[in-house]
């Protein structure tokens, strides 16, 4: 069973979320977080196969918490799954260590498939 880990400050989104990771057979949410410092100490205690971290988020934002997490944690993939995606956000988050950006307005299925992809070993 694959743990994936959410970290996103809007509640009705982690719900969402679930609810989208939750169809994908094999897959489990084994834990949420609400802010960028709050998924650190969650990643570091659950251990979970992939972390799915929101941009904006306070008081820690999305970059900085994939820089820490890649820091501490750096085979743990992340995906980070944004309303924000930009070219630019794509490079800084893949400078910290990010997998994939997916665009919130691209819908589930891309992410189901980002997050299918950071699970594949080698990647």
Known sequence: ???ILIADDRETMRKALK???????GWEVCGEADNGGEVLAKAAELQ?????LDFKMR???GIKAGSELSASM???PIVMYTLYRTPELEVAAKLVGIR?????????????GAIESALMPNK
Do not use: C, F, S, Y
Request: no cysteine.
């Open 1 to 3: 069973m694959a743990r």
């Open 19 to 25: 609810l989208t990771i939750g169809t994908h057979p």
């Open 48 to 52: 979970p196969d992939v972390v799915v």
């Open 59 to 61: 008081p820690v934002n």
């Open 74 to 76: 750096p085979n743990m």
């Open 100 to 112: 994939e950006v997916v665009g919130k307005e691209d819908g589930g299925r891309n992410l189901l």
